[in-house]
T-cell receptor, first 111, second 113 residues
Framework: EDQVTQSPEALRLQEGESSSLNCSYT??????LFWYRQDPGKGPEFLFT???AGEEKEKERLKATLTKKESFLHITAPKPEDSATYLC????????????FGKGTSLLVTP | DTGVSQNPRHKITKRGQNVTFRCDPI?????LYWYRQTLGQGPEFLTY????????KSRLLSDRFSAERPKGSFSTLEIQRTEQGDSAMYLC???????????FGPGTRLLVL
């Protein structure tokens, strides 16, 4: 069964303390790996799509990378406004049209 | 603003009542999705439309749930005879044909008492 697993479940960082969030996937026929940010009470906000191993995408303090089994979301010198839940999702050849989400990593950045 | 919009944003209902939610996708996005999200979980897929055609439904979508997208524009999701287990955030997303990224609306939070 296709699965997306995110770790850690929660992460607390001090402002400026860089770290990485992990997304492990076991899928057959990956058609895309997606990262979203979700603030409390709001819908997910699209960040990145990665399609093949070795691909990297960057946006401000965030950088997403993809291997054959994992994706990482690197956060460089985070600020308190980066606090949110970060969701990873796969689009597989078996899932038709639906995104298959992990449970997310809740990130808290303290001043 | 041309983002996905959803109404209402919040709905409180009593068990057994029917509720209907509306989603207006980004204009010119032919593909529309409904997801459900409970606390501490990622969104779970419910159903998918391409234009007005409903092409996929999840096993989560029981007979009490029905979705429509008349004329391929806005979509509605109706839940009949609501149960307490239906309490969740209902999310709508849309995308254009040429890209795989889905863009989500703010969601409708449903509480069934």
């Amino acid at each position: 069964e296709d699965q997306v697993t995110q770790s850690p479940e929660a992460l607390r960082l001090q402002e400026g303390e860089s770290s990485s969030l992990n997304c492990s996937y076991t899928v057959s026929g990956l058609r895309g790996l997606f990262w979203y940010r979700q603030d409390p009470g709001k819908g997910p906000e699209f960040l990145f799509t990665l399609y093949s191993a070795g691909e990297e995408k960057e946006k401000e303090r965030l950088k997403a990378t993809l291997t054959k089994k994992e994706s990482f979301l690197h956060i460089t010198a985070p600020k308190p406004e980066d606090s949110a839940t970060y969701l990873c999702a796969s689009l597989n050849s078996n899932s038709g049209y639906a995104l298959n989400f992990g449970k997310g990593t809740s990130l808290l950045v303290t001043p | 603003d041309t983002g996905v919009s959803q109404n209402p944003r919040h709905k409180i209902t009593k068990r057994g009542q029917n509720v209907t939610f509306r989603c207006d996708p980004i204009s010119e996005h032919n593909r529309l999705y409904w997801y459900r999200q409970t606390l501490g979980q990622g969104p779970e897929f419910l159903t998918y439309f391409q234009n007005e055609a409903q092409l996929e439904k999840s096993r989560l979508l029981s007979d009490r749930f029905s979705a429509e997208r008349p004329k391929g524009s806005f979509s509605t999701l109706e839940i009949q005879r609501t149960e307490q287990g239906d309490s969740a955030m209902y999310l709508c997303a849309s995308r254009e044909d040429s890209r795989r990224a889905q863009y989500f609306g703010p969601g409708t939070r449903l509480l069934v008492l």
